[in-house]
C-alpha cells in the first residue's frame, strides 16, 4: 500500500489527506480527504466540534436517536 507525505498532508493507500486552511489564533482547520470516487471536507472548532461536507456542498448531519 503507497504511504507518502505530503507538504500539507499524507497519502495512504487511494486517500489523500490535505490541511486546507486554518487559523492557530482561534484554533480551527478544514482537513480535505480524497479519493478516487469521492471528496469531503472536515472542519473542526477549537472546541472540538466537528463538521462534515460533501463535494456537492451539503454538509452530514449527525443523526438523532
Same mark, same amino acid.
Given at each position: ?14 486517500? !489523500? /489527506? ?6 492557530? !489564533?482561534? #484554533? +480551527?482547520?478544514?482537513?480535505?480527504? @480524497?479519493?478516487?470516487? @469521492?471528496?469531503? =471536507? *472536515?472542519? *473542526? ?6 463538521? /462534515?461536507?460533501?463535494?456537492?456542498? #451539503?454538509? +452530514?448531519?449527525? =443523526? =438523532?436517536?
Amino acid at each position: 500500500m503507497r504511504f507518502e507525505t505530503t507538504k500539507y498532508g499524507f497519502a495512504y493507500g487511494a486517500a !489523500n /489527506v490535505t490541511r486546507i486552511v486554518s487559523d492557530e !489564533n482561534k #484554533g +480551527w482547520i478544514v482537513l480535505g480527504i @480524497q479519493t478516487p470516487k @469521492q471528496e469531503i =471536507q *472536515v472542519y *473542526v472548532t477549537k472546541t472540538g466540534k466537528i463538521r /462534515v461536507h460533501t463535494h456537492g456542498g #451539503g454538509e +452530514w448531519k449527525e =443523526q =438523532q436517536t
